[in-house]
């Protein structure tokens, strides 16, 4: 007796495409679930970067007596004296971030660093003398958020890669003498003053005010935001050009205008531009990141905050001095 089977059926066109549009729902559904959970990866890792620079700052004011100051200047003669309005100027010497590097685990890169040189010194071809250690890139410096940039600043001189971390020049522009020598806009580091705060010059507590925050830096060779080893790099500043001109977290109102700024206004986000360079006392650079809605702060107490973009102008210029007197609500 002949026994008969079926041979199996296949999908039909219908049923493949209801397969095809689950499975393109169900990736609708977890794609962003995904993204979000990367991007809360990433945020806590940068605020880990922060904590660590904080730590470091303390444990440097630990060994010191003060904070570290924004930059030194040497001068052409390496005699260093009163520093001028300039960030373009070649006698600048080495940074805050040099400056606390054994304290953020790169004691052999402090090793190699002298001190006694300008921040341009070396030779850029191969990579001598400052100019070793300030071309290196290191990740602590970087927010993972930030999209990876190694081009480094090579206007007048090759040599300083960038990094994600600024300290906090005051709420006056970033080289203005005028700030640095009031309380009410005075920061806790200054370049212009060559100055770091003791804990007991931050009359507004330390827990009210900023010491460092994100900045974001540019794929342009010329644009010198976040070059860790140059002067006006790691540091950011409350106004630029006027005292009505705030540069609020992640503000979409005024661009940056550093020392050696890109000019570029095509190709970037306009919050992320830098332009026009404003080499004198009138530059400066905001508080920004990648981070959807804000940037990250790390207090004069250790304490990593994040501060969302609707902040009002006049607090965050208020958390930025270190003696301005005034009350300080929520934020």
Known sequence: MKSWSRAPRGFTLIELLVVIAIIAVLVAILLPAVQ?????????????????????????????????PGAIWQGNNKVGGVAPENGRDAGWGATWVLLILPYIE???????YDFSELARHGATATGTGNNAVTRKNLP?????????????????????????????????????????????????????????????????????????????????????????????????????????????PNTKQYTDASPYASNDTTSIVFNYRNNPDLTGGDGGVGSRSFHAGGTHIVMADGAVRFVGESIEG?????????????AVGDY
């Not at 790169?106 to 190699?112: A, D, E, R, T, V």
Request: glycine share 12%; proline share 3%.
């Open 140 to 248: 602590s410096l970087n927010c993972p958020s930030h999209p990876e940039i190694t081009v480094m600043l090579v206007q007048d001189y090759d040599g300083f890669a960038k990094a994600n971390y600024a300290a906090n020049m005051g709420a006056g522009r970033m080289i203005e003498r005028a700030a640095f020598t009031n309380n009410a806009k005075k920061g806790p580091m200054s370049v212009i003053g060559q100055w770091g705060a003791t804990v007991g010059d931050i009359t507004d507590g330390t827990s009210n005010v900023v010491l460092a925050s994100e900045i974001v830096k540019s794929s342009n060779n010329s644009d010198d935001r976040g070059a860790w080893g140059w002067s006006t790099g790691p540091t950011f500043s409350g106004v630029v050009t006027g005292s009505n001109q705030i540069l609020t």
């Open 314 to 326: 006049q607090t965050w210029l208020k958390i930025l001095a270190i003696g301005d007197g005034g």
């Open 36 to 68: 979000q959970a990367r991007e809360a990866a990433r945020m806590t890792q940068c605020k880990n970067n922060l904590k660590q620079i904080g730590v470091a700052l303390h444990n440097y004011n630990e060994t010191v007596g003060r904070f570290p």
């Open 106 to 112: 790169q004691q052999g890169l402090y090793n190699k």
